[in-house]
Every structure is written in structure tokens, then in C-alpha cells.
């Protein structure tokens, strides 16, 4: 059994990218759901579809690539606030990931959102994930 389903997530993600898969299967849920929204809409993955398979929901994403050499679109995946140690940030201290080159992504009051979003709305939250 996973405990820490957003780790989980990025590590199948990440291997998936540097074996070059098509697709990667990952447990649906409402977090890595609200995650993989969020790498859609900034162009890192090109779809995902729900699925389920002997009473399981599943979340099978189509990975994103380009070049002849199929260089993944994701080059790193970070996770920041872990359950043993959480990092929050407030308004004025938003990452800024290789001058907004990547994304981070934040938990917050009014829902998953990135960095950029975040600091749009003026609001803080948990640094899940940094994302380029």
C-alpha cells in the first residue's frame, strides 16, 4: 500500500519518461487527479483518461515528447512538502522556478493550482511539487 500517493505519482511518471513509455497508469485519486489537470493545461503531458479495472480507478496518462531522440517534454520532477516534513509558503514568498520557465505546483485554500496562479490570486499554500 502507498502512503504517499503524490510521490507515488511522480516517481511512475518519471520513470516512464526516461524509459520513453507512450502511456504510464497511476491510481486515480482526487490529488494526483487535480495534479495531472494541471500538467495538461501547461502542455507537459498531452491527455489522460480515467479508466477502471477490476474495481479500481486508474488514471492512464499519454506522455509528451519531441525531436526525433523523444526528448521528454518533463525534464525533472521535484517533490517538495512530504508528510514528514510539509513546506508551506505565503504570498510574498512564491517559488519561482527557473524564472517561470517550470511550474510549482500549490495546495491551497481554494484548490491545486500553480505558482503562477497562486501568486495571481494572492494567495500562499503547501509546495507540493516543482515540475520543469
Not at 495546495?107 to 503547501?126: D, F, H, Y
Request: aromatic fraction near 8%; include cysteine; charged fraction near 20%.
Amino acid at each position: 500500500m502507498v502512503t504517499d500517493n503524490i510521490s507515488d505519482l511522480l516517481t511512475r511518471i518519471r520513470n516512464a519518461n526516461m524509459m520513453k513509455h507512450h502511456f504510464v497508469q497511476v491510481p486515480n485519486t482526487k490529488m494526483s487527479l487535480a495534479i495531472i489537470t494541471i500538467l495538461k493545461n501547461e502542455g507537459y503531458i498531452e491527455n489522460y483518461e480515467n479508466y477502471e479495472e477490476n474495481n479500481k480507478k486508474y488514471l492512464l496518462i499519454s506522455l509528451k515528447y519531441f525531436g526525433k531522440n523523444r526528448q521528454p517534454v518533463i525534464e525533472k520532477l521535484q517533490r517538495v512538502s512530504k508528510p514528514g516534513l510539509r513546506v508551506y509558503t505565503n504570498k510574498k514568498t512564491l517559488p519561482n522556478i527557473l524564472n517561470n520557465l517550470g511550474i510549482a505546483i500549490i495546495s491551497t485554500s481554494q484548490g491545486v493550482m500553480t505558482n503562477l496562479k497562486a501568486r495571481e490570486l494572492g494567495i500562499g499554500g503547501e509546495v507540493l511539487c516543482y515540475i520543469w
